[in-house]
């Protein structure tokens, strides 16, 4: 007698089953390890940006900029003129834009991408970071290098909407002056509403005593 050795539809349907079990196992592991390269990447960034810091610094007597109230804390550059931390673009100390991008962030969400990439020599009108700039128009400057080292310098933009925070509730990275780069995790949210200069006066306390 010859033996039929193809699936029945019961035993096509077992395999489909154990195939979507076992997927619905890994995806969370694969979406984790994603995520965790991302954040790997947006530490990456801000430590290049902390070394630009400390390029300028050592060519500006030890210190920061001061910022007059012109920009907002995500900006480069604006109308005709760089400021924040697009200072460090316009100056050569950071080679590209691109390490203001934080790979995790939403995009199209007041993100960096929703900004052209451009030539430094020829900036986009309004050009933003995914990072919020301590330097900036809310909090002046400047910053020496050898009494605020330990003072957080940029952040994952600290926005409590849809979108932020960009490594998931509670979990962002940030700057130091010194140039280390520090991941927090389950950071308590911030009450709701809340005035976005009070998110900021809030991290910049936080991050001051870590």
């Given at each position: 007698?010859?033996?039929?050795?193809?699936?029945?539809l019961i035993e096509l349907l077992v395999v489909i089953t154990i195939i979507a079990v076992l997927a619905s196992m890994l995806?969370?592991?694969l979406q984790r390890a994603r995520e965790s390269a991302k954040r790997a990447k947006c530490m990456s960034n801000?430590?290049?940006?902390?070394?630009?810091?400390?390029?300028?610094?050592?060519?500006w007597d030890g210190s920061t900029w001061t910022q007059d109230a012109a920009g907002a804390a995500s900006l480069l550059h604006k109308d005709t003129y760089f400021l924040g931390s697009?200072?460090?673009?316009?100056?050569?100390?950071?080679?590209t834009g691109d390490v203001f991008q934080c790979p995790s962030a939403t995009k199209g969400v007041y993100a960096y991408d929703q900004y052209v990439h451009a030539e430094i020599s020829n900036p986009p009108s309004y050009w933003g970071s995914d990072y919020f700039q301590r330097v900036s128009n809310f909090d002046y400057g400047p910053l020496r290098n050898n009494v605020d080292g330990r003072k957080g310098i940029e952040v994952d933009n600290p926005r409590i909407n849809p979108g932020r925070p960009y490594h998931g509730v509670g979990h962002f990275?940030?700057?130091?002056?010194d140039t280390q780069v520090q991941g927090f995790n389950k950071l308590p949210m911030l009450p709701t509403p809340i005035s976005s200069g009070a998110v900021r006066q809030w991290f910049i306390d936080y991050l001051d005593n870590k």
């Open positions: 007698m010859k033996r039929n050795s193809s699936f029945t995806l969370p592991a801000l430590r290049q940006i902390g070394i630009g810091y400390n390029l300028y610094m050592d060519d697009g200072l460090l673009l316009q100056h050569g100390y950071l080679p990275n940030a700057l130091y002056l």
